[in-house]
Each structure stands twice: as C-alpha cells, then as structure tokens.
C-alpha cells in the first residue's frame, strides 16, 4: 500500500469502511433512537451495590458483566489471586486485525456513606441538577427520548468507574446494529477491588502475562480534561511516603524551665524540613533530580496547548500565587514533589501548653515521576537525612539508644512505586490519538501525566505494553463522595469515541506500520 | 557605730543578741519541742480546701489566716480588687525597726483531681514513704517526738504554698517563747488566686502602693534546689506567646494532582520557623538579643557554684546533648528562649492523607530575660516575619485577602510580662543572703533566675521594691499533681531561715548602710 492510499483509507476516502466522521454520525443516530433503552440498561449494572468488601455483589457485578460480554461476542474468564474480587476478563477478536487493544476499567466503587446521600447510592435515577443541587429527580419508567444531556445519573460508580463499561458495551451494540465491524482485536479487564487498593492487581498480570499481550492498553479511569475537552493522559506520577518521628526528652518539660537547654524536637523538625525543600517546592536533596526524565519536544508542545485552568483554580482556592516558579499545574506536576501532608508536635491554640513534646512528628507523601525509583529516592532521602547529623531508626528507641545519639529520627517508609510515561510520539499510541480526534473533529488534550498516583507502571514494567489514560466522565462527578453522577453528555461522548477507537485504530496502526 | 563594731554586732559577738547559729539553735530547739503540736496546726490549714473558685472555702482560708496572724500581734486587712479571692494583708512592726521586708505567699491551691489522689486532698496525714509511693499512714493523733525528718505531711497546698505561712507562724512563735524579738518591721502579703492566674494581683498592688512600701520583698513559692540546698532566686523569665495560622488552598487539595503547584502551608511555616532560630536555640531574630541585659560577675559566679544537676537530668531525659552548646541549665535559662511548643498540619500515620492542608499551626512561647519587653519583641518577631515575604493578619482571612496575598500568616498574640532579675550586689538583698547564710553555716545556691515565668517584673516595675525569691519545699513535693506533699525536714529547715532572716536581718542592713 503507497502511503498515499494509506492516507486515503485513514481518511476514510478509499476501502468499504465510512470515514470516522461516517462512523460517529451513524454511532450519535443509534444513540439518539435508543437514550432511553441505554440509560435504563445502565442503570441495571449501577443497582447492583459494588464496595469491594462485599464480595456476594461483587460477584452479582462480575456475573452481570461477564453475561453482557457474552451476549456481544466475547469469551470471558474471570481472574483471581487469592481472596480478592475478580477481574471480568473478556477476547473479542477480530478477523483479519492484526493488532490488539486491551481496555482496563474497574467495577467496584468506593464505600458509602448513605447519610450523606440525597438518595440510595444504589437506586439509580435520573436528575436534573449539577452536582451540589441534585436538583428533581426524574423517574426512569416515565422518560422520552431525547434527554436532556445536561442531565446526570446519581449513583455510585456512576462515574467511577463503571462509565467506560457501559459506553463500550453501547459502542459496540451501536457498531453491530449499523453493521460495521471493529477493526481490532479487543480485550477487557475489569478489575473489582481498584477502591481498595488494587491488592491482587499485580499478582493477577504475573499471573496472566500470556493472556495479556497486546499492543496498547487503554486505562479507562478518572475525568475528562475540567474544560470539559477530552483528554488523554500519558502517565501518573508514583509515590513513596514516609512518617517521621524526631525525640527530645524522655517527659515533657516545662519550657520555662528548661527551654533553650532541652532540645525542643519540633525545631530539629522544621529545621530538617526546610533544609529539604526550599520556598518553591525544588527539592534540595542531593541527586534527587538525577533520574528525572526530560520532557520530550512533544510533551512540552502538548502542556502549552493544554487549556489554562490555573486562572480559575487560583481564584476558586483563594491562591495569590503557586510554588511552582509561574508554570502551569500540568507542568509542575511532570517534576517530583515532596509534600509535607501532616505534622504534629505539643498543641496549638485553646490547648497549647508551655511544654517542650517529647516528640515531633511529619508524615511526607513524596511523588515520583519517570525514571525515579521509590527504593532509591528512599536511599537518598535517609542519606540526607543522615547529613543533617541525624541518628535513623526505624523502630522507636529506648532510652539507652537516646542518651547515646544527640539527634535521632525515626523513619517508616510506606510501600511506594515508580511513576511510567508512555511517549506521545509512541507508535502504540499515534493511531488512537488519530482516531479519537477524527472522531472529535477537535484536538484533544493531551495530558503527559496526570499528578496522582496510579500504578500504570505495572503495564509498561510488568506487561511490557504502552499504557494511556483515556477517561470520558465529567469532572464535577463528585467522584469518591456523595452523590456520584455521570453527566449523560459524557456517556454519549465516551460511546462515539470508543466506537471511533474500535473502528479506526487498525488501520491508522497499519498506516503508522507501513510508513 | 564603727565599722568593726557592726561586724561585731552583725556576727553576734556585740550588744544583748546571741549569734545566728545561737538563734538557731534555740529555734530549732523549740521546734523539737513542738514538732507535733506544729504538725497539728499546720494539718489544721491544710484541711481547709483552697481551690481559688471556691469561694466560701477561700474566705475560710481567709479568716483563718488572719485569725493566726492576730494571735501573732499582727494588724491584719483582707485586699481585693474586684471579684477574686481576698490577699490576707497583715504588719507587724517591730519597734526601733529602720527597714520593712513584704513577705509573699499563695494561699490558694491547684485544683484537684480526686480520682489520682492516694487520701483526700484536704484531710493531711503524714506518711512515711516518697512521693511516688506514699507508704503507710501515721495517724495524727499518736504522733510522738522526734518525728523522722524524712516523713512527708501529704495535702493539697502542703508544699505550694500553705508551707511558707506555716514556717513564719511558728518561727514567730518560737522566737516569741525563747523571747527573742524580731529586729525588722514585717508586712506579710498572702495572695488566694495565684492558681487561677493571679487576675487581680496587679490591681490590689497599684491600689495599695503605700501599704506596700518597704525595702525588701521575699518571695516564698516554688522549691529548694534538686540538690536540696537552699536556694535563693533573684528572678524570672517574663513571656509572651503567639498562635500562628500559615494558609494555603482554601480547600483540601490531593497533594498528588495538586503537589509543587498548590502552596503548602506545612512547607510554608517550617521554613519560616526554621529562620527563626538555629539548630542551638539560638534567636535570629535581628535585634532580639539588643536589650538583653548580661551577666554581672556575681551572677557568673553564681551559676558556676551551683551544683551540677545537668548530668542527672540528661540521663533521666535520655538526651545525648543539650541545645544550650554545653552551658548548664542555670545558664541557658538567662538567655530568651523561642520555644515551638506545638505544631498542627493534616494528619500523620494512620490518619496521613495524601492533602494539601487549608493551614498549618504552630504555637510559640517566648520566654523573656531583663531587660526585653513583650511588645518591642512582638514587634521585633513581626517585622522579621514580614521581611520573609508573609503578609500579617490577626483576624481569619477571606477568600478576597487570600487571593490579594501570596503568603498569608494570622498571628494571635497572649497577653505577655516582663522578666525581672534583682542584683545579687543590691544592698537590700545582701542582708538576706548574710541572714541566711549564717543561719545555715553554709553557702545557699544563688540562681540568677527561674527559667519559668512568674510575676517578679511586677515588685520592682509597679511597686520599685527589690524582690528574691525564698523557697522553702522539697523539689520532688508533687507540685501541681495529685499526693502533693511537704517532707518534714524541709518545714524545719524553713522556720530556722525564716526566724533568721526575722531576727538578723536589721542588723545586717544597718551594717551595709552603713560601709
């Protein structure tokens, strides 16, 4: 093939396929005739009550997902390690396609709090109001079509994250009934226990790295871009943290008394924190920036295209300026960070005491990016710390320990894990951005990493597979807390663009390929 | 009289006096006499209770202590100045008298918690076991001389500070029977509220400044040396305190999407409060230090014959090392102190979030030497914070002041008092320390100041009357804590140095008045 009908067909120009614009048009017309029908199936999968702990519905959830695949095609399994929630794991192939996309979400949700539910966090239903003013509730035997897309649906896992399992199963249904085939191979792995922590994720891919194989995994979790622009995400940020614990006297002492001849522990305190970082969030421990991994001429174009949102957060959070030297938050977050998320010594305030503490505590959430290690970012900080003329311990010292070392701390670091970035310029990746913004008619937003933490290092590390973040729900979802929603907009979006990846990818990939 | 007749007479080798050790001698060989019926009497005080808001107690301890002091010759009157307890005044001149010592007291308690008590806080008994383990009851009514020097009167206020008005009692009384005359003119000054935070002490002075005129005051409250040698105090530390709020995002803000572009407030004050001072306690404040007063060469020599308790209290303490770059306690305790007494930011161990916090805390105490005052080093400590780039509030700011102001502190300053520290070459005070000294035939510890935070400032600021401090109680009495108790030996030694300094001191001062 020239690369001029290669060109052709990405465009939908030549072959049997409609152009993408084709394939949205005919994906919007069958999601128009078929709202009402979508948003009660929907609201089936979301009635079934999905914390991880409770396993019965967690296995009702695994059972309805796994029956729903059957139904379009797939041969499912479901994946254990141990005593966790399974993972729905679903092939779809496709004739002819030659290459594979494995598309992860999860099913469980976070736990709840009913009191602070306007209504059962099971018992989905329609409103007409924005997250803080849930507004009527609409009652679902009793819609016609079309509905309002500024309307949500309230439930939990609404939004997080069962969204991108129903958009897929609506995409495909959509594709079956105007007849056009997905182009690609597909796989499914729908995790059950992401809210709680994921414990069996890594054992499970060891588990199952044959199973796994493919060219590019599609993350479907978190928010679109809070313009309300979809977006792509490249890559998260890992994390190690660490409490920390510095001694002065054996009893609390009367700091009359004895101030400014017993060492006060929190001021040994500050004075280690402040010597880590100075007053702009650049971390002054030596080496620490060593494996940090430049951006790439791709990533630095795409955060300047990034819509401006600091302008509004800085107005919604009361902020006059940002620690980071005037760059953007999409910026700043691509450069570890070091958080200091608590600290405790004596009382403040009402409580306050004219005491010197015997003990001063920090706890520190440190946040890796790409080529940072948590296990040598550790060695680094303890070996500055060590320089500060400090005495580490891990377990809390006796009293021989503490009249024998001037200045001890003591330090429990938490489990961490390396951050990962796929390249925008990776050849997994070019023919989904490609087809999604085929679909959109629009660029998207192109995020290279997102600043919290979730372990797609597992993909690239583990499964040796590109990894990117595609999330279509709203933002303001409410996500974690009360009143979950999905704003039906992004589900009608999520289903054109997850139609747009099942149909074009194949092909620009065999472009991208040949060229 | 010529110089050599006064020592003559000072040494009580002239004139119809005996010598101090003589006075003594009597003394205490009335007290062995009496030792029950003293123990009697004393139980008799102590049983009346004297938390400071209860105020029919309080006036019972009132009347009672007025009542003793007019059986004892003296002229008595109740002081107040609004709504606290009543200061027992009383004078007892003494004819041919040139020179007046006001002697201070607290009638009144610390409030107690019965639960923790071993007895009743207010039916005395002696015991014969230490302060941590009381040991047996010995039953007042079959006491029998000698009484063991080392058993302990228990009671609430037995040392802190019913123990003072007691010893003067029965050093008038012994001197009254071995008919020995007190050479000086007495006023006595019993405050009924020093636990409850002296609220009317100031007032009752500034209207009774001419009452409260005389040469000397002697402040009886706090303990002996560790050691247990008598000690002299001839100051305090003044204070002053600041709550301080550090404000970062106006909410809580995932420190991983958020972390090195959200200012974190943590970051923010331990950076401002390790500029504060070094890592050796040292201020570095600019001008902090300009109105110090230094150390007179008897103050120096002073601390260097104090005996050594800082080798004892590192190992209690398990400290390796102290902040005070090797000088003993008595010695950093002339210095100001900038004491973290507490810090407040987010969460650590099991309750870490991974947050940017709204605010951070931390609550200082400033501890004051002669001759700072507390609103030049408030301002002093305001300006260096405005210098490190904060803007100052002392009211919660709003969201239009957080948005105009990029690093924002609320600072809310307590109350605050001057320290005080009497020459120890003042000729009012030299007649004491000759007193007592000969009383005892040995050296007293003479501590420039209490690292803590009483008063003084105001005997000599608002009454322009020299102050030192004379305790009498034993170190380890419980002050403050439950089994509060007074060991016998320590209610001997006082009556002897009381009835010393009541007898000797005229004499003394007409010699210095006279060099």
């Known amino acids: 093939m020239c690369l001029c009908a290669a060109i052709m067909m990405a465009y939908g120009v030549a072959g049997a396929q409609p152009s993408p614009?084709?394939?949205?048009?005919?994906?919007?017309?069958?999601?128009?005739?078929?709202?009402?029908?979508?948003?009660?199936?929907?609201?089936?999968?979301?009635?079934?009550?999905?914390?991880?702990?409770?396993?019965?519905?967690?296995?009702?959830?695994?059972?309805?997902?796994?029956?729903?695949?059957?139904?379009?095609?797939?041969?499912?399994?479901?994946?254990?390690?141990?005593?966790?929630?399974?993972?729905?794991?679903?092939?779809?192939?496709?004739?002819?396609a030659r290459h594979t996309i494995l598309w992860y979400a999860h099913y469980d949700g976070q736990p709840v709090d009913k009191s602070q539910?306007?209504?059962?966090?099971?018992?989905?239903?329609?409103?007409?109001?924005?997250?803080?003013?849930?507004?009527?509730?609409?009652?679902?035997?009793?819609l016609h079509a079309p509905l309002n897309p500024e309307w949500r649906i309230y439930a939990r896992a609404a939004s997080d994250d069962k969204a991108p399992i129903q958009a897929l199963f609506t995409a495909l249904d959509a594709l079956n009934a105007v007849k056009l085939p997905i182009g690609v191979n597909l796989k499914v792995f729908f995790e059950g226990e992401e809210e709680a922590g994921s414990r069996h994720l890594e054992a499970i891919m060891r588990q199952n790295t044959d199973l796994l194989k493919g060219d590019l995994w599609?993350?479907?979790?978190?928010?679109v871009h809070q313009s309300r622009r979809m977006q792509l995400y490249f890559g998260a940020r890992g994390e190690t943290d660490v409490e920390m614990t510095v001694y002065g006297p054996a009893r609390p002492l009367h700091d009359g008394h004895?101030?400014?001849?017993?060492?006060?522990?929190?001021?040994l305190l500050v004075d280690l924190l402040a010597s880590m970082r100075d007053g702009e969030s650049h971390i002054l421990i030596p080496g620490y920036y060593d494996d940090v991994r430049p951006l790439s001429p791709s990533e630095r174009q795409a955060i300047a295209q990034i819509p401006d949102v600091d302008t509004q957060l800085k107005q919604e959070l009361g902020l006059a300026w940002t620690e980071s030297k005037g760059q953007p938050v999409a910026m700043a977050i691509t450069q570890p960070a070091l958080n200091i998320?608590?600290?405790?010594?004596?009382?403040?305030?009402?409580?306050?005491?004219?005491?010197?503490?015997?003990?001063?505590?920090?706890?520190?959430?440190?946040?890796?990016?790409?080529?940072?290690?948590p296990d040598k970012v550790q060695a680094l900080v303890e070996e500055f710390i060590r320089r500060q003329g400090f005495y580490i311990v891990h377990q809390t010292p006796d009293l021989e320990t503490r009249r024998a070392h001037a200045k001890i701390i003591k330090l429990n670091w938490g489990s961490g894990y390396a951050a990962a970035r796929?390249?925008?310029?990776?050849?997994?990746?070019?023919?989904?951005?490609?087809?999604?913004?085929?679909?959109?008619?629009?660029?998207?937003?192109?995020?290279?990493?997102?600043?919290?933490?979730?372990?797609?290092?597992?993909?690239?590390?583990?499964?040796?597979?590109p990894v990117v973040g595609l999330p279509i729900v709203n933002h303001d979802n409410?996500?974690?807390?009360?009143?979950?929603?999905?704003?039906?907009?992004?589900?009608?979006?999520?289903?054109?663009?997850?139609?747009?990846?099942?149909?074009?990818?194949?092909?620009?990939?065999?472009?991208?390929?040949?060229?």
């Not at 409103?127 to 609409?138: M, V």
């Not at 004895?258 to 001021?267: E, L």
């Open 21 to 96: 614009q084709a394939v949205r048009d005919q994906v919007r017309q069958y999601r128009q005739q078929h709202e009402v029908e979508i948003v009660r199936a929907y609201a089936q999968l979301l009635s079934i009550p999905n914390v991880a702990s409770d396993t019965a519905n967690i296995r009702a959830n695994a059972d309805f997902i796994s029956t729903a695949l059957e139904k379009r095609g797939f041969k499912t399994r479901l994946l254990s390690a141990g005593a966790g929630s399974p993972v729905v794991y679903g092939e779809l192939p496709s004739p002819g």
């Open 117 to 142: 539910w306007a209504l059962d966090p099971w018992l989905p239903v329609l409103r007409d109001g924005l997250t803080t003013d849930p507004g009527k509730t609409i009652a679902l035997d009793s």
């Open 218 to 223: 599609l993350l479907s979790d978190g928010p």
């Open 258 to 267: 004895y101030g400014n001849w017993a060492p006060n522990p929190a001021a």
């Open 341 to 373: 998320r608590g600290l405790e010594a004596g009382h403040v305030e009402s409580k306050a005491q004219n005491a010197i503490s015997t003990e001063a505590k920090a706890s520190l959430d440190l946040r890796l990016v790409p080529d940072q290690k």
């Open 422 to 465: 796929t390249s925008m310029d990776d050849p997994a990746v070019l023919p989904v951005i490609t087809a999604i913004e085929q679909t959109l008619g629009t660029p998207l937003v192109k995020m290279p990493m997102l600043g919290g933490s979730v372990p797609m290092y597992l993909f690239p590390d583990l499964l040796k597979t």
């Open 478 to 515: 409410n996500q974690h807390a009360a009143n979950e929603n999905l704003r039906l907009q992004n589900l009608w979006d999520g289903i054109e663009i997850f139609a747009g990846i099942l149909t074009g990818t194949e092909k620009n990939w065999n472009v991208t390929a040949k060229k």
